[in-house]
């Protein structure tokens, strides 16, 4: 079964780091780009950026470049996001998506159940 | 980077047909033809609906277009159906290699 399949939800004190995985299953791992997009309680979809999968190269939208990065074990078909300095404005739902087949640019055809993340004191 | 811009909301009977509009800049809807559209319903993940413009992915009613005119995208929804209310989010690749996702609307079948 095609399928993208997310770790569960956290809550973590402002200024700690965060770790989501994202267990890919049901087509081959180095085929598609994965994105990572967020929404925030009530608000609308934000793209935070996109990992190749067969060389690791990274693209992150601009406000979270220097606090996201994105890794993959093509050995577990799984992604990795991982967020650092932790702020109160970071909670929310975290969702990876899959590109569709193609390039950078493919739409996103498959995507995970999202995982909640709460930052509080 | 600013959001494409949506309406808030949008409402029709069932039946009717409703147009969402996504208003962009030169950078982004404006030199892409790689513009797609999302539905997400509450408490759900988001489901592609409409890629390249005006492309449906297999399974996706054909009640469903899309199409592009200058720094503007617009999603058809015709013969609207009671299941047919939800967010809807355009988004587009910029001329920046990332992705905009628009504001979002809010569908409402009365």
New interface residues.
């Given amino acids: 079964q095609v399928q993208l399949v997310q770790s569960g939800a956290e809550m973590k004190r402002p200024g700690a780091s965060l770790r989501v995985s994202c267990q890919t299953s049901g087509y081959t791992f180095t085929s598609n780009y994965m994105?990572w997009?967020r929404q925030a309680p009530g608000q609308?979809?934000?793209?935070m950026?996109?990992i190749d999968p067969k060389r690791g190269d990274t693209?992150y939208?601009?406000r979270f470049e220097g606090r996201v990065a994105f890794t993959r074990s093509t050995s577990l078909n799984t992604f990795y996001m991982d967020v650092s300095r932790l702020r109160s404005e970071d909670t929310a739902i975290y969702?990876c998506?899959r590109g569709?087949l193609g390039g950078?640019?493919?739409?996103?055809?498959l995507?995970?159940?999202?995982t909640l993340l709460t930052v509080s004191t | 980077?600013s959001?494409l811009t949506q309406p808030a909301s949008v409402s029709g009977s069932i039946g009717q047909s409703i147009t969402i509009s996504c208003s962009g800049t030169r950078g982004d809807i404006g030199s892409?033809n790689?513009v797609?559209w999302?539905q997400?319903s509450p408490g759900k993940?988001?489901?592609?609906l409409i890629?390249?413009v005006y492309s449906r992915?297999s399974g996706v009613s054909p009640r469903f277009s899309g199409s592009k005119s200058g720094r503007t995208a617009s999603l058809t929804i015709s013969g609207l159906q009671t299941e047919d209310e939800a967010d809807y989010?355009c988004?587009s690749?910029t001329d920046d290699?990332?992705?905009?996702?628009?504001?979002?609307t809010k569908v409402t079948v009365l």
Wanted: no cysteine.
């Fill in positions: 994105h997009v609308g979809l934000e793209w950026g996109r693209k939208a601009r969702y998506a569709q950078r640019e493919s739409p996103l055809d995507w995970g159940q999202g | 980077q959001a892409s790689f797609s999302y997400q993940a988001p489901k592609l890629y390249n992915p989010y988004n690749y290699n990332t992705f905009l996702f628009g504001t979002g």
